[in-house]
């Protein structure tokens, strides 16, 4: 059974449990949630090594990592340190989108090293494999099969993008600009037929079911700018994305939904309440949103100030976006900053949601700050490599280098330290038996 199948059933799996202890919930709130379609849990019976985690919009906000080669670049090894660093820095699940090479080589070297969920785009080994022309029903049948059958937990599908919502996307001002969306367009305007998703969907349930994968039901119209935001081919395709929601959960299939994109800041709520309502509450998993077009270099952190507003209003998991977006393939050290802004964007949400235990951490570095245990504060830190650099970088320019364990740092010394100030006032009043 899939785990929605056994929640049904009343059942609370090893992964329910697992879930409800990472979350500080009740089993059974976990359980109905799952047999409900709200939450998922991206589990394949053949991923071993997976430590499960659930996605919902009432848990702690999950965020991804997209990892993977291209044509013209990277390797199996290379993705793997790049999976690593996604993890190490605070990534829940990773995404292999590589497009190039031995694509199953690489994944099943990932699987095998990696304990979070592992997502795929089906498409890109279909065109891999058989060429963008050749991307029909039975051949996206043979790599959803092949990838279920190796453990992928969750597949992003582009079902949703029908041949008649084509010239909608192509009104806009950058068109469609996924590239699971670009291959199925021009593959349906090539043959003038419906998208190969749709048409063999009930197959692919029966896959899914099968091996318990989750899909991610994609965005293949997703807003590439924010003059395409919020638009009728966006909207045309969510549509469509309630109806196999609703297919999904017939089916017992856990399902989530892909959202966008690019879209101007106060446009988010209105995307994720609509998403909401169209897809009856199935988990939101959004790119970014990216809330500005013109900061290349610097995407991560514009795409992290929108995937906060989208967290806090909903979205379940954040797709993270590299400083690399828009200009290349990520290296590890892209990662690392990309991972490190979305999970402090999550972290926010999840505070502001009053998430059980998200404001601990926050708490317990205050506490370390005011007795300038500087350890601690390392310890406590989203990234502790980082914060020990910097912190010693600043030493290393101090005019008194040896002062790490100091009741100052480098930018107020002795004299100007707020913290220590009030340290002395807080001894005093204490000395004079005030409260």
């Known amino acids: 059974m899939t785990q929605m199948e056994a929640a049904r059933g009343g059942q609370v799996t090893p992964q329910i449990t697992a879930v409800a202890a990472k979350e500080r919930r009740d089993a059974e709130f976990i359980r109905q949630l799952v047999a409900e379609g709200t939450a998922v849990i991206p589990a394949n019976k053949n991923h071993t090594a997976l430590e499960p ?3 919902a919009r009432v848990l702690s906000t999950k965020i991804n990592a997209n990892i993977g080669n291209s044509e013209l670049s990277s390797c199996a090894g290379t993705e793997i340190r790049k999976m690593r660093a996604a993890l190490k820095y605070g990534a829940d699940t990773v995404m292999d989108l590589s497009t190039g090479g031995d694509i199953e080589i690489i994944r099943r070297s990932i699987l095998a090293a990696c304990p979070a969920p592992l997502g795929t785009v089906p498409v890109y080994e279909a065109v891999a494999r058989y060429g963008g022309r050749n991307i029909g029903g039975d051949n996206i049948m043979n790599v959803i099969r092949d990838q279920a059958e190796q453990g992928v937990d969750y597949m992003t599908i582009h079902a949703g993008l029908l041949r ?3 010239p909608l996307a192509l009104r806009r001002k950058l068109g469609i600009v996924s590239r699971g969306g670009a291959l199925l367009a021009a593959w349906m305007t090539e043959n003038q037929r419906e998208n190969p998703f749709y ?3 009930d197959e692919i349930l029966e896959t899914c079911r099968e091996y318990d994968v989750t899909l991610s039901l994609g965005d293949g119209l997703r807003p590439g700018c924010l003059a395409d935001a919020s638009d009728a081919a966006q909207f045309a395709e969510l549509d469509t994305l309630g109806e196999l929601v609703r297919r999904c959960r017939a089916a017992g299939v856990q399902a989530m939904v892909e959202g966008p994109g690019h879209v101007p800041f106060d446009e988010i709520e209105m995307n994720m309440r609509r998403e909401r309502e169209v897809c009856f509450d199935a988990p939101f998993y959004i790119l970014g949103p990216v809330v500005t077009d013109c900061a ?6 514009v795409a992290a100030m929108g995937g906060l507003m989208g967290a806090y209003h909903g ?5 993270y976006v590299t400083p690399m977006e828009h200009l290349g393939l990520p290296e590890e050290e892209d990662v690392r900053r990309g991972v490190l802004a979305f999970k402090i964007a999550a ?3 999840d505070i502001a949601r009053k998430i059980p235990g998200a404001r601990e951490r926050d708490d317990a570095i205050s506490d370390a700050r005011a007795k300038f245990d500087w350890e601690k504060q390392f310890d406590l830190a989203l990234d502790p490599e980082r914060a020990r650099e910097y912190r010693e970088r600043a030493l290393a320019k101090s005019s008194q280098p040896s002062l790490h364990g100091t009741e100052y740092c480098t930018m107020c010394g002795p004299d100007f330290c707020s913290v220590r100030l009030s340290a002395r006032l807080k001894r005093e009043a204490a000395e004079r038996g005030e409260k």
């Open 53 to 55: 985690i659930g996605i």
């Open 164 to 166: 008649s919502h084509v």
């Open 199 to 201: 048409e063999r969907f």
């Open 296 to 301: 290349p270099g610097y995407d991560h952190l």
């Open 315 to 319: 979205a379940a998991m954040l797709c």
């Open 347 to 349: 972290h926010a949400s």
